[in-house]
């Protein structure tokens, strides 16, 4: 399964350690999300169609770091 670097960070902000309970995470902050908030949404609707469509273990052997690179650092 293939995430893009955002959708791995958005993982890696709301990850609990497991794939369920990441789904959950992140279902549960898409409910709060505003409709101008669209590249989030779907950002986020992709992300958990990745997770169910992954196994448990594939999960358990993905490394969930932050990609922050030095310019976004820099820029803030």
Avoid at 41 to 67: V, W
């Amino acid at each position: 399964m293939i995430f893009t670097n955002d959708e791995l960070n958005l993982m890696c902000i709301y990850d609990t350690g497991t794939r369920t309970g990441l789904i959950e995470a992140l279902s549960t902050m898409r409910e709060q999300l505003e409709a101008d908030e669209t590249e989030l949404l779907q950002m986020t609707d992709s992300a958990i169609k990745k997770l169910r469509a992954m196994s448990d273990e594939d999960y358990e052997a993905m490394e969930l770091f932050p990609d922050f690179n030095e310019e976004d650092i820099d820029a803030e």
